[in-house]
């Protein structure tokens, strides 16, 4: 059974940072891949950054690149989302999603809120 954790949001105001931590555990090998999303109240849930621990591949949504990096920790299922020039739009409910032989797994997901 994949359990997905996340961590790490919080209040902050426009222009400051923040570091999202998603940790996965009960996967098997090293098939995988973790994505953020996040969710605004009357928004649809949209992708912000994947990491595929499978190929190699990083990519991030337009909204964020240049904002926000996604990195692993060393070895232990792990990824960070540091979120560096955060804005008022950025607000909203942030989830990992873990993504391994067909089967998606998600987070309870983080409240990340951006003030003016």
């Known amino acids: 059974q994949v359990h997905v954790v996340e961590s790490g949001g919080g209040l902050v105001h426009s222009g400051g940072s923040l570091r999202l931590s998603c940790a996965a555990s009960g996967l098997v090998d090293n098939q995988y891949d973790m994505s953020w999303y996040r969710q605004a109240p009357g928004n649809e849930r949209e992708l912000v950054a994947t990491?595929?621990?499978?190929?190699?591949?990083?990519g991030y949504s337009n909204s964020v690149k240049g904002r926000f990096t996604l990195s692993r920790g060393n070895g232990n299922n792990t990824v960070y989302l540091q979120m560096n020039a955060l804005k008022p739009e950025d607000t909203a409910v942030y989830y990992c999603?873990?993504?391994?032989?067909?089967?998606?797994?998600w987070g309870q997901g983080t409240q990340v809120t951006v003030s003016t």
């Open positions: 990491i595929s621990i499978r190929t190699g591949y990083l």
């Open positions: 999603k873990v993504s391994t032989w067909g089967r998606d797994h």
